[in-house]
C-alpha cells in the first residue's frame, strides 16, 4: 500500500497531524509527503533551506518510515505560482509515483491560498490517472467573512467527512508547532490559536472524500481570500487551471 502526501508549502502538514500519527500505525509500505513550492513567501523573505529542516524535523518525529520530497526546489516552483508549473510537476508525479498508488491526501479547494486550490487540482488528477481515492484537507478559508478574517481547519459545508481520531499521542506534536517552525512565527500567531482550538479542544480533525473540483466554478460561495489578499485572482488562476488540464489529456 502506496500513500501520497501532496503539500504546496512546508509546514501545510501541521494541519493532519492527527492523521500523520494514525497514518503511522498503518501497514502502508510506502508514505510518500512531498512538498510543492520552494515556499519562500512573499518577496522570498523565508530560505526555503531552512523550512525544509522545519518540516523534516517535525515529520520524522510523526512518521519516522516517510519519504520527503521537496519538488519545489529541485523544479523550482514559486510561491504564489504553482499553478504554472502543474504540467512540469504532474509530468515528473508520473513517472516516478509507484504504480500501487492507492490513496492520494491534499488541501481542500477552497478558495483560501492560491497554491493550496493548485494542489487540490493536482492531487485529483494524479489520483484520478492512478485509480486511486481523494481525500483533502481544510486549511483556511474567508467564506461567508469579512475581508481580513477567515475559517480555519473548517470543513466546506456539505462535505461527507472522514472524522480522525485526535490522540494524546498528536497533543506534544501540536503544542510544539511554534517551537519547530520558528521561521513562520508571525503566520502562527493568527493561525496558531484556531488550530489548537480545533484539534485540542474541540477534538476535530476532518478529511474529505468524494472529492471533484470544477475548476472554472469558484470554491465556495464567499470570499476567495487569495483575493483579498491580492495574491491573485481567480480568473487567471482558472484559466491557467484550464490549460493544464486539457494538454494532460491529450
Known amino acids: 500500500m502506496s500513500i501520497v502526501v501532496l503539500l504546496p508549502h512546508m509546514d501545510d502538514e501541521v494541519f493532519i497531524i492527527p492523521y500523520l500519527v494514525e497514518l503511522e500505525k498503518t501497514s502502508a509500505n510506502d508514505i510518500h509527503i512531498l512538498f510543492l513550492t520552494k515556499s519562500e513567501g512573499r518577496l522570498n523573505k523565508y530560505k526555503h533551506g531552512v523550512r525544509e529542516a522545519e518540516s523534516t524535523k517535525m515529520l520524522k518525529k510523526i512518521v519516522p518510515r516517510c519519504k520527503i520530497q521537496f ?3 529541485l523544479l523550482q ?5 504553482l499553478h504554472t508549473s502543474l504540467d512540469q510537476i504532474f509530468k515528473f508525479l508520473l513517472k516516478n509515483i509507484d504504480q500501487d498508488c492507492n490513496l492520494v491526501i491534499s488541501p481542500h ?14 492531487a ?4 484520478g490517472e ?3 481515492p481523494l481525500h483533502t484537507f481544510n486549511l483556511y478559508s474567508g467564506r461567508k467573512l469579512n475581508r481580513v478574517l477567515f475559517k480555519v481547519a473548517k470543513p466546506t459545508e456539505l462535505n461527507e467527512v472522514i ?3 485526535v490522540r494524546r499521542d498528536s497533543f506534544k506534536y501540536i503544542i510544539s508547532i511554534p517551537f519547530i517552525y520558528k521561521s513562520q512565527i508571525q503566520t502562527w500567531i493568527g493561525i496558531y490559536p484556531s ?15 468524494a472529492c471533484n473540483f470544477d475548476h472554472l466554478l469558484k470554491p465556495n ?6 483575493e483579498n489578499r491580492s495574491d491573485g485572482t481567480f480568473q487567471e488562476w482558472s484559466s491557467t487551471v484550464d490549460k493544464f488540464l486539457r494538454s494532460s489529456e491529450k
Open 71 to 73: 519538488l519545489g526546489t
Open 163 to 165: 472524522k480522525i481520531r
Open 77 to 81: 516552483a514559486e510561491d504564489l505560482s
Open 221 to 226: 460561495n464567499g470570499n476567495i481570500f487569495y
Open 124 to 127: 485529483m488528477k494524479i489520483a
Open 109 to 122: 479547494y477552497e478558495g483560501g491560498h492560491i497554491d493550496h486550490d493548485s494542489t487540490s487540482i493536482l
Open 195 to 209: 488550530l489548537v482550538w480545533r484539534l485540542l479542544v474541540r477534538g476535530k480533525c476532518e478529511l474529505n472524500i
Open 130 to 132: 492512478f485509480k486511486a
